[in-house]
Nanobody, 114 residues
């Protein structure tokens, strides 16, 4: 059974930082391109960042220079370090695994507010 379990979300003040984790099981993690997406209320889900199995990364323009995606193939886990958070980063953040099939986690809420 495939599982993607996000953690690390919460409430943070503008300018603060959070680190999201996505622990996976049931997949050959090292083969998968991993990604983080987010969905704010009333908006479509959007790409935040991706990392290939080779470690190449890509970011949405809105988070470049503030967010960093990384992966640990020994722990089957992908991370999203989020710095200099803004209120517009408020959303539910979802982990995605893409290779032969596409899988999603259940999401973790990130709220940036003073």
């Amino acid at each position: 059974q495939v599982q993607l379990v996000e953690s690390g979300g919460g409430l943070v003040q503008p300018g603060g930082s959070l680190r999201l984790s996505c622990a996976t099981s049931g997949i050959t993690f090292m083969l998968y391109r991993m990604g983080w997406y987010r969905q704010a209320p009333g908006k479509q889900r959007e790409l935040v960042a991706t990392i290939t199995r080779g470690g190449s990364t890509d970011y949405a323009d809105s988070v470049k220079g503030r967010f960093t995606i990384s992966r640990d193939n020994t722990k089957n886990t992908v991370y999203l370090q989020m710095n200099s958070l803004k209120p517009e980063d408020t959303a539910v953040y979802y982990c995605n695994a893409d290779f032969s099939r596409n899988y999603w986690g259940q999401g973790t809420q990130v709220t940036v507010s003073s």
